[in-house]
């Protein structure tokens, strides 16, 4: 059972827009704003899509964008295009007392209709 | 051009050992944390361990706290991790992570393609 929960799987047609959800708790989430999203196609490493709950690194379109209430994050994907059906993961820093220092959501499978 | 690659996957017998490796280029290893990250067949990912920059501060998942040792040499550019007493559970893609700090938190901001490792009689 992963630390973050998202749900398994998420759609939307091309065009529309789509949010992801990661809850954790007051220790991850919560706690801190460490929270960063990746975005993995099959066979393929994952890529560093949101860091620092909202922030978008160089060259991810500004399609994507995250945000963060209480011990829930989001990750939203605007203008559906095809390219951006892959898994995605949430994560968050749990602080270094905890059993995990780093840890992550189970992935949503987004398919783009 | 910044790049991660791992080495020394491979299939191994229960109770078995293993070093994992991953050599780093195009930006200066010695300046950054970094972490082995895995991903078991069909699952999501589990981070497993992180190191930082001079080797002071070392953590461990729980699952291979006592089993696995990270470490690094600046000097080679390379992370490393070696893993003994495997379990079938340790079954994965272990991916090694570089981990950049953004000014105000970090994340995982390069990734290499990941090594297979397999765990079975």
């Known amino acids: 059972q992963s630390a973050l929960t998202q749900p398994p799987s998420a759609s939307g047609s091309p065009g529309q827009s789509v949010t992801i959800s990661c809850t954790g708790t007051?220790?991850?989430?919560?706690?801190?704003?460490?929270v960063s999203w990746y975005q993995q196609h099959p066979g393929k490493a994952p890529k560093l899509m949101i860091y620092e709950v909202s922030k978008r690194p160089s060259g991810v379109p500004d399609r994507f964008s995250g945000s963060k209430s209480g011990n829930t994050a989001s990750l939203t994907v605007s203008g559906l295009q095809a390219e951006d059906e892959a898994d995605y993961y949430c994560s968050s820093y749990a602080g270094s007392n905890n059993l995990e220092v780093v840890v992550f959501g189970g992935g949503t499978k987004l398919t783009v209709l | 051009e910044v790049q991660l690659v791992e080495s020394g996957g491979g299939l191994v017998k229960p109770g078995g050992s293993l070093r994992l490796s991953c050599a780093a280029s195009?930006?200066?290893?010695?300046?950054?944390?970094m972490n082995w990250v895995r991903q078991a067949p069909g699952k999501g990912l589990e981070w497993v361990s992180s190191?930082?920059?001079?080797?002071?501060?070392?953590y461990y998942a729980d699952s291979v706290k006592g089993r696995f040792t990270i470490s690094r040499d600046n000097a080679k550019n390379s992370l490393y991790l070696q893993m003994n007493s495997l379990r079938a559970e340790d079954t994965a893609v272990y991916y090694c992570?570089?981990?950049?700090?953004?000014?105000?938190?970090?994340?995982?901001?390069?990734w290499g393609q990941g090594t297979m490792v397999t765990v079975s009689s």
């Open positions: 190191i930082s920059s001079s080797s002071s501060y070392i």
């Open positions: 992570a570089r981990q950049k700090w953004f000014g105000e938190s970090d994340a995982f901001d390069i």
């Open positions: 007051s220790s991850d989430v919560g706690g801190y704003n460490y």
């Open positions: 195009g930006f200066t290893f010695s300046s950054y944390s």
